[in-house]
């Protein structure tokens, strides 16, 4: 009974979070300088067409009205029509989603498995000469800015080496039967390996740091002790009892990791040609395309949200100690 | 010089200034000038000519603050709040369709369009005006050209805008991929065109165009002017009736020919071996179907191109176009503009358009269907738009398919180009001397650039005090030395302009606009002729005249 009262009041808040986020972003965007006809600016622009184009738009209308249209229509799963394409906007995003978030978990998963066994080996090492070199090390690459980083992989792997193409998801005019092909297929391995190195090296700081020092932690409580006295091998002592305590608030970063990255995204998506959300964000943005916009960062606040929401419920379910009174 | 003579010196300076000052009593000083630009990053040239020509007016005694914002922005105050800007950076971007002068000389000049439409400055002159509209019902060509001489040159006596610059489009292809005979220059648009994409010979096994965008595709719609890139594919999916050529002059194309019955009456015969990509023939009625379609009012963009015909009537395989008025632009701006497009496929969906509050726009066709030299066979979002060769068609294209990548990086792009993941470089929006550099590092790579009917320049609001004065107009333009410009601004891809009729189309340009006399004295010496004065530093109106503005 406790559990589904909790879980409640965990999803009402959720709900308040997202009704939050579009009023902020309908407003946000609106009250930004910039001109939804700035696409259409043309010597044969008439007055009419101009008109025509606000009406169609429904920016002819006061801005509470414009609001509760959307709301509405948002009610009904409908994210309005893109002022610059012209087509769905659940559509367009639906359709950029998938890139990525293939580009996001994938580059975090590396990420993570490296940071994690990087970090609990380098608190089992601590005081020696690798830590003296690694630690400054991970501090550089997490300070390099990923579009730097991007162009030398690029200028590098690709431009020099010729190992991996410069961008998009598939080779010229390479068709698939499905998306599922094409996820599955080398092709886009092949164009996935160098922005997912990209995002790992730049993301792999924070689990590394993070488990290192939760690491050093567990490290000096008791049952470590415990566990050294009663004779176990070091491994066993680090990997089964050190590092599964230590890495549960490694856990927690990598839901909130997720959110961070999706915004990361964005120039890595330019620096590697990739069609993803993060591109067609800032597009939406510049060209003061609201629906188009709204709608691609509310696709990217309700993953956030999701993803503290099952870091919420799985910290509860992997420490017990954390309970919802 | 000693102690003593200098302070004669000021003594005598000041005593100078007085009595100056006092004659000049009821002068104003001229308040500070803003200059609109958009950001380095988006536009460095735009943003280093603004700097330059700030810097000259400075000399001039001018206050003048460079304002620095997106395009978005920029135009909020430009086109929407007309009277609340002094100077803007600006640019217009070559076309096809533009080179025929009409849209750009009574669009952007006309006093009809100055309240909504381009003439977002507010220039007005009678005889301008009456030179604009002649021009417009004048079918003679050699008598056309000296109307559109002369509006050139009432444009050059009154400087509405300062013309700085016609920039070089800079493409580049590999050419151990493509026959260097092969590519078209097409005037005052470059390679990257219709013309080039239909007639690339491979020379080895690669038998596919690989291009670059750095913009994404909008959509592919034959009834909706959208972006830029959008219109390279709409011309190869679609056909029109003429063609602007490699000569920049319209020929038949889906036609075999046409000819003027009289003023407001023109036939053209339709070819009789075209195809739908969906196998149906194309007929008069198709074509009579698309002019219509376009004036419905489901394709807003449209409309203009076809606003002046009155009726079409069909015999044969003769199509009759009977005008409103008179209209010497119709072959540019009508017959080669207006997209060829299937009754059986679009007039049901027009029906159904217009009772719902949709209209053609919206519409995105899949597969979309056309006559042209190429059929359309994929598009993934953001990423690649892919078109295959349409063997049927009567210039069929000696490529096997059209890719263009977006690529909205253009180091990538660059770099693409020499490793062969493009070999036609179609976009290029930073710096041309980048891709001089590396096209003298590989031997495969050919550079062609050539002069653009488009055109960059700085307008002033004619609406507003002091650029209302077309002397004032006239010095702050002379200040600046367009080779400067076109140096430091461009390095060197482009040529000083004078006439917004670019010196690509030779036809129509008027060389007599060439500015003769530039540099800051001269500036200084037209505005002492019209009455301003420097007063310690600054300049003031004439005497008499005060600031207009709050």
Known sequence: ?325 | MTPLTMTTRIALMSAALATFGATVASADPIRRIDLISRPQAAQPAEFQFTQLVAQEWRRLGLDVNVRVMPWEQMLDIVWSSRDAWDTTAWQMVGRPERSDPDEIIFNLFHSSTAERGFNFIGYSNPEFDAVAEAQRVTLDPDERRELIRQAQAILAADQPNMMLAHPQSTYAFNQSVWNPDSVVDQGGIGIRNTWTFMSLEPVGDQRDIILNSSDNVQAINPLFISGGVDSWITELVWDRLMRIGPDGLPTPWAATGFEWIDDTTITVTLRDDMMWHDGEPVTPEDVRFSFEAAGSGEAPMYSPFVANIESIDIDGMDITFNLTAPSAAFLTASLAKINLIPRHIWEPILEDLAGSDQNAESVQENPPVGSGPFRFRSWAQNEEIVLSANEDHFNAPNADRWILRIVPNVEAALGMLRSGEINFLADLPGDPSVLQAAVEQDENLVMASAVDIGFRYVAFNNRRAPFDDPAFRNALSSAVDRRLVVGAAFRGFAVPSSSVVSPALEFWHNEETAMTEAGIDHAMSLLEAAGYRVIDGRLHYPEGVSETLD
């Open chain 1, 1 to 325: 009974m406790k559990a589904i009262t909790a879980i409640g009041s965990r999803v009402l808040q959720t709900v308040f979070v997202l009704w939050a986020v579009v009023t902020i972003l309908f407003l946000l965007f609106r009250l930004m300088p910039g001109n939804p006809m700035a696409a259409y600016i043309d010597p044969n622009f008439t007055p009419e067409q101009q008109d025509a184009l606000m009406a169609r738009f429904g920016l002819d209308r006061p801005l509470w009205e414009q609001y509760f249209v959307y709301l509405g229509n948002l009610l009904k799963g409908d994210l309005g029509e893109s002022f610059f394409y012209r087509t769905p906007v659940a559509e367009r995003v639906l359709a950029l989603l998938p890139n990525t978030l293939i580009l996001t978990f994938s580059s975090l998963i590396v990420a993570y498995i490296f940071g994690v066994l990087a970090g609990a080996y380098l608190a089992w090492t601590r005081g020696s000469r690798v830590e003296q070199v690694a630690v400054p090390l991970v501090l550089t690459t997490r300070a390099m800015p990923e579009f730097w980083l991007g162009m030398l992989l690029l200028a590098f792997f690709s431009f020099t080496l010729g190992w991996f193409p410069a961008g998009g998801t598939r080779s010229p005019g390479a068709e698939f039967e499905s998306y599922w092909a094409l996820y599955t297929s080398r092709d886009f391995l092949v164009h996935l390996t160098l922005p997912v190195l990209t995002l790992a090296i730049y993301s792999q700081g924070l689990p590394l740091l993070l488990m290192r020092s939760n690491m050093l932690d567990v490290m000096k409580e008791d049952f470590v002790t415990m566990a050294r006295i009663k004779g176990l091998s070091p491994f066993s002592v680090v990997i089964r009892h050190a590092a599964r305590n230590a890495l549960l608030p490694v856990m927690t970063s990598f839901a909130i990791a997720v959110g961070y990255q999706i915004q990361g995204n964005v120039v890595v998506e330019t620096v590697f040609s990739w069609p993803g959300l993060g591109r067609e964000l800032v597009r939406a943005v510049s060209a003061s395309d609201y629906p188009l916009a709204q709608g691609a960062f509310l696709m990217i606040a309700v993953v956030v949200i999701l993803m503290n929401l099952l870091a919420d419920l799985l910290y509860a379910l992997l420490d017990p100690r954390v309970t919802r009174e």
